[in-house]
């Protein structure tokens, strides 16, 4: 069966840094492009950053560019999303996921549980 399951998680103050882990098993790893989304409360979910199978081309929305770095390591079959100066819209679940598709298009054929994070100001 797939898994993705997230952590690092928690909560920290604005300002802080905070790296999440994306671990995939069950799938090959390398033949996916992965994704980090996040969903506030009230707030739809939204694409956070996306990275192509090898890890060469990357996408990040404007509100975290410059500040998250999304990077994978296919021999340990994880996906990170490096979070620094975190703001408090940021605070969300965030959640990885995998596409056999396009790293922009989808579909995201897989989906982790998630991990919080909470920024306090």
């Known amino acids: 069966q797939v898994q993705l399951v997230e952590s690092g998680g928690g909560l920290v103050q604005a300002g802080a840094p905070l790296r999440l882990s994306c671990a995939a098993s069950g799938l090959t790893f390398s033949a996916y492009a992965m994704g980090w989304f996040r969903q506030a409360p009230g707030k739809e979910r939204e694409v956070v950053a996306t990275i192509t199978r090898n890890g060469a081309g990357t996408y990040y929305t404007d509100s975290v560019k410059g500040r998250f770095t999304i990077s994978r390591d296919n021999a340990k079959n994880t996906v990170y999303l490096q979070m620094n100066s975190l703001k408090p819209e940021d605070t969300a679940m965030y959640y990885c996921?995998?596409?056999?598709?396009?790293?922009?298009?989808?579909?995201?054929?897989?989906w982790g549980q998630g991990t919080q994070v909470t920024v306090s100001s």
């Open positions: 996921a995998a596409t056999a598709g396009s790293s922009r298009g989808g579909p995201w054929n897989y």
